[in-house]
């Protein structure tokens, strides 16, 4: 599954507002889909750069070996999950807006899971 189709896929998940495939090293965004005047996903994606960097360095400070499977970001009204690429595409990672009152987060968080294993860059 190739970048497009990987973000239109995540835009099926109930719940979706957006969807940003980004690295965190760099900060750049490799593509999004959705957002809006509420929710610019550009921005959204280069800031969760620093949530990821947070936590890896977190991880390493504590001398903890093991992987992020994921974040969670809880608002009032949105859920925000970052999903880590680690393991299959180094500093990568998915992010993904969703509205509470439509999501289930179990099921997201498969979804996100399921796209990663069949992304392809």
Known sequence: MKIDEA???AMTIDGAVGVALADYES???LGFLG???H???EVAAAANTE???AKVRALAALSIDDTIEDILITLGTQYH???P???TYGSLFLYLALDRSHANLALARHGLKRIEA???I
């Open 35 to 37: 957002g809006g005047h």
């Open 39 to 41: 929710l610019d996903l």
């Open 85 to 87: 690429l680690t393991r």
């Open 7 to 9: 973000l239109k896929s």
């Open 81 to 83: 999950l970052i999903r």
């Open 118 to 120: 069949a992304l392809d």
């Open 51 to 53: 949530v990821v960097r």
């Open 27 to 29: 900060g750049m965004s």
